[in-house]
């Protein structure tokens, strides 16, 4: 039979996500908004969403924030564009993202001493193939495969070369040892729920003596510049922003990053969001039509959990139509490059009360679809 509890919050999607429990637009600070985002008031604004990221996230010291553009993705390549080409790199990918990431090292950038190490959709690469001296990229969490690093013990206390970590969808939500990270980025848009278009660059002191020692052979456009005459532009990581911000969405930030502290900070994030998967995983276990798409336990996101199912492409489509026609469960399909399946957020802003009361509309869409 149709159950007859919805989710109060149907928003389940992988990006952008939900906004935070009771979220409302018009409780947003205004002040800041149709002014220059280079006056006081906007620098102000800035320097906070800058300080309060690296103090929730309790950084090491000697590590800068910097607000960037283009999102996710405009932090990654504003990284590689500025940072790559003096040592070897090593590029592990399990998921499109990370894929996307080692074509531009080959294609683009065209780097000849650059391997690439990949791991089918729902496993992990050979991490034991990572030199130390050759600079790293990889993902801390698979967005479109469900499917995280364990840990990053195979990253080298003694390494010559540079860690550079697209963790967009780990950041607040899992627990990241940044002493093995030179570089991280992430956007606001995914475990926070906060708007699009701005990336945020986290770079350690080696990523910053690496900037200044070394100048790439190509050109670098002004979008990714961040020396200048040899020095850090230390502005970007004060507020003063390469291009113009929304200051509308820093708003938003400061509003997502305020409900952080008030839930208890990062730790509380993380324990919100493993709580979330705990709720998925016993689903799972109850019910054999239905598995993560991660082949073990200890890889599997607590953010972007990616489900297969026994059903065919065509049966899946409708599961997830019927689950958005009633109003119970948006933009859950898997990722268009990934296996046919599910994918359901469950980052810290979403509520465990409505992935309860989700899972009887799941078993209920998979028997209409397959009847």
């Known amino acids: 039979m149709k159950p007859n509890t919805k989710p109060a919050n149907p928003n389940f999607s992988s990006g952008p996500c939900t906004k935070r429990p009771g979220y409302d637009l018009a409780a947003?600070?205004?002040?800041?908004?149709?002014r220059s985002h280079r006056s006081a008031i906007g620098k102000e604004r800035l320097q906070k969403a800058i300080t309060e990221t690296s103090r929730l996230l309790n950084l090491p010291e000697g590590y800068k924030v910097g607000i960037v553009p283009g999102?996710?993705?405009?932090?990654?390549?504003?990284?590689?564009?500025?940072?790559?080409?003096?040592?070897?790199?090593?590029?592990?990918?399990?998921?499109?993202?990370?894929?996307?990431?080692?074509?531009?090292?080959?294609?683009?950038?065209?780097?000849?001493?650059?391997?690439t190490f990949t791991g089918e959709y729902g496993e992990l690469p050979d991490f034991s193939q990572a030199n130390a001296d050759h600079d790293i990229i990889f993902t801390w969490n698979g967005t479109t495969s469900g499917v995280k690093v364990e840990n990053v013990d195979w990253i080298s206390d003694q390494r010559t070369g540079l860690t550079i970590c697209d963790a967009t969808s780990a950041v607040f939500a899992m627990d990241i040892d940044w002493d093995k990270i030179d570089v991280a980025t992430f956007s606001w848009q995914?475990?926070?729920?906060?708007?699009?278009a701005h990336g945020m660059l986290i770079l350690s002191p080696r990523a910053i003596e690496r900037l200044e020692s070394?100048?790439?052979?190509w050109p670098i456009p002004k979008v990714f510049g961040l020396t200048k005459k040899?020095?850090?532009?230390d502005g970007i990581?004060?507020?003063?922003?390469?291009?113009?911000?929304?200051?509308?969405?820093v708003e938003d930030y400061l509003d997502a990053l305020n409900w952080v502290e008030e839930i208890g900070g990062l730790s509380a994030a993380i324990e919100k969001s493993q709580a979330n998967l705990t709720v998925l995983a016993e689903f799972v276990a109850q019910n054999d039509w239905i598995s993560f798409l991660a082949k073990t336990p200890e890889t599997c996101s607590n953010t972007s959990v990616c489900f297969e199912l026994k059903a065919n492409a065509d049966q899946v489509k409708a599961i997830v139509k019927l689950l958005d026609n009633e109003g119970v469960a948006y933009d859950i399909g898997a990722y268009r490059d990934a296996p046919a399946g599910l994918r359901i957020w469950?980052?810290?802003?979403?509520?465990?009360?409505?992935?309860?009361?989700?899972?009887?509309?799941?078993?209920?869409?998979y028997q209409q679809a397959t009847a």
């Open 71 to 115: 999102s996710d993705t405009g932090a990654m390549e504003m990284a590689m564009w500025s940072l790559l080409g003096q040592r070897p790199v090593d590029v592990f990918a399990w998921e499109s993202f990370g894929s996307g990431w080692g074509s531009d090292v080959a294609k683009q950038l065209k780097l000849d001493n650059a391997r």
């Open 230 to 233: 040899g020095k850090l532009i």
């Open 214 to 217: 070394y100048t790439p052979s």
């Open 190 to 196: 995914k475990v926070l729920g906060g708007e699009g």
């Open 237 to 249: 990581f004060k507020g003063a922003t390469i291009n113009t911000p929304s200051m509308l969405c």
């Open 346 to 365: 469950c980052g810290a802003t979403v509520e465990k009360s409505d992935l309860v009361a989700l899972l009887p509309w799941l078993t209920w869409a």
């Open 28 to 34: 947003l600070n205004t002040d800041s908004l149709g």
